[in-house]
């Protein structure tokens, strides 16, 4: 049977159509000859020049070679005028140079020790030491502000001792700060017995705001923003300012307050709380604070805001881990996680991120980077950044956990009896314990069941004075304390008996942190979670490569 033939599609249109396509050829050829002729380079016609037949042809040539002349004449002179114009100034700014660097000899002769003082850099912990010494050394009340959740790991021993010894002892007062994240029970059993021995104010820092205003009416045009909620408000600012206006009032005179304190404790949101406007800058990034920053909260009191201290390197990791000025290295962040979590209880910890059992810190670290979706390309957990999220969780203002003050009071090695007489004697602890109380009344607590239970480490030393820094931070500034040595030869004695004075300190130092270590050995431990270490041989799962599994 003869397969039938298929017609062929018909090539006939409407007329409305085959007008359209013609339309649309000629309007398309007629941009691309436009184009086309924009494209086309024309050559510049040739200077035809004065032609032979020309009348004072040669006249003519002289006058445009004369013109010619005169311009590179005028190009020549300006270009003289400017080199003239930048010579002055390289002269008058070299004088200036010169005048300067005569200040600064005559200063270097005068005082040899200042000069490497103005060179140093402002992030070097060098600088933060003297900075923190500037602002003890002007004060007449010094604040300590100690986080509510670890009030023992953030004091520093040194700080108070110098504080007590400097121009016969200057009064010391504990700020109790971030007192909205513990139990109301525990911050009872705190106020207890660090009123015991110095006069502690329990304190509660304004959330900041963007519009420089802590806490109050912000009104914008067209409308007005009223924030009453709890968590923008202050407690426990009148109750500080009042002790601060009394003990002025006994000096009779204008008081300068130095606050000063460890990393993320609070310090410049108190000053912001007390000023009720955010005068000093507040973050949750370590050492925000780089100097000394003076505040005016009240015509007889001054505030100090002051640089963070400085941990020792003798300090535990888990000192180290919170209380450092600078950002830990990506080396060292599992370990410091590993010494947070050996210091807290394993089922709080896997409530509190809502995570499964862990068997160690990294797959803890795993865990978390899973469930919070930190993942690396490849769908590879990001252990690091769950790591820094943890620390950032421990330091800010957001964890609620606690630690249990110790059974027992005993007096700190590092406090003399005559200091802390001076400063029972200077304020109204009567007044001072019923303003906590009504403090604690009105601030709104966590319960125990939804905290975090933590052991505390105690005391935690600090680097007060810049001689006691390690060699690794002081090798900078090796070579240009040889250089400027051998000028000054005259000054070797005075330089000595300082040396031998420094020496004494440095001894001083080392037998305080000796008793400081005695004294939390003695201190109870809280029950904590148990941690599994578990070895390679006890895994059921483990994989043996030496043999072959068919």
């Not at 206006?245 to 007390?274: R, T």
């Amino acid at each position: 049977m003869k397969r039938p033939k298929l017609k062929k599609a018909s090539k006939r249109m409407t007329c409305h159509k085959r007008y359209k396509i013609q339309k649309k050829v000629r309007e398309h050829r007629k941009k691309v000859r436009k184009e086309a002729k924009k494209r086309v380079h024309r050559k510049p016609k040739k200077d035809v020049g004065i032609p032979n037949a020309a009348p004072f042809k040669e006249d003519i040539l002289r006058e445009a070679e004369q013109r010619k002349q005169r311009r590179e004449e005028l190009k020549n002179k300006q270009k003289l005028e400017r080199q003239k114009v930048l010579g002055k100034k390289r002269k008058q700014e070299a004088n200036k140079d010169a005048s300067k660097e005569n200040k600064r000899e005559k200063k270097s002769t005068s005082k040899p020790k200042a000069n490497s003082e103005l060179e140093m850099d402002k992030n070097s912990k060098k600088f933060f030491c003297k900075e923190l010494k500037r602002v003890i050394e002007a004060s007449d009340v010094v604040l300590e502000v100690l986080d509510a959740r670890d009030p023992l790991g953030c004091r520093c021993p040194q700080l108070e001792q110098l504080v007590s010894q400097s121009d016969g002892g200057k009064p010391l007062l504990l700020v109790l700060n971030k007192i909205d994240l513990i139990p109301k029970e525990n911050l009872e059993k705190w106020l207890h017995y660090l009123n015991q021995e110095l006069p502690t104010v329990a304190f509660k820092s304004a959330m900041q705001k963007k519009d420089r205003i802590v806490g109050k009416c912000v009104t914008k045009k067209g409308a007005a923003y009223i924030d009453l909620s709890r968590a923008s408000l202050c407690f426990g600012g009148d109750c500080l300012l009042k002790l601060l206006q009394e003990y002025s009032v006994v000096k009779e005179k204008i008081i300068q307050v130095g606050v000063v304190g460890f990393p993320n404790v609070g310090k410049s949101s108190v000053v912001n709380s007390l000023k009720d406007a955010r005068v000093c800058n507040v973050g949750p990034m370590r050492g925000l604070t780089k100097d000394m920053q003076t505040v005016l909260v009240d015509k007889q009191i001054r505030m100090l805001d002051s640089p963070s201290i400085i941990v020792a390197p003798s300090s535990s990791l888990h000192a180290l881990a919170l209380r450092s000025t600078t950002d830990i290295d990506s080396g060292n962040l599992l370990g410091s996680v590993d010494s947070i979590l050996k210091h807290c209880s394993k089922q709080q910890i896997m409530m509190y991120y809502n995570i499964p059992d862990y068997r160690n810190s990294l797959e803890f670290l795993t865990l978390l980077a899973q469930k919070r979706g930190m993942l690396k390309k490849g769908g590879v957990p990001d252990t690091e950044g769950a790591a820094k999220l943890v620390l950032c969780d421990w330091t800010g203002a957001k964890m609620s956990c606690y630690s249990q003050p110790p059974a027992s009071w005993t007096p700190s090695p590092h406090l003399s009896a005559e200091a802390l007489a001076a400063v029972k004697q200077a304020f109204n602890f009567d007044d001072l314990e019923e303003d906590n109380k009504n403090t604690v009344r009105a601030i709104k607590t966590p319960n125990r069941a939804s905290s975090i239970a933590f052991q505390s480490s105690g005391f935690t030393d600090g680097i007060i004075d810049d001689t006691e820094l390690p060699e690794e931070v002081l090798e900078k500034k090796s070579m240009e304390v040889s250089e400027d040595a051998e000028g000054f030869s005259e000054n070797e004695e005075e330089d000595e008996v300082e040396s031998e004075e420094e020496n004494n300190r440095m001894t001083s130092s080392k037998t305080l942190s000796v008793e400081l270590e005695a004294k939390n050995e003695e201190w109870g431990k809280l029950p904590t979670g148990k941690q599994l270490n578990i070895e390679a041989g006890d895994l059921d799962d483990a994989y043996d490569f030496n043999t072959d599994y068919i």
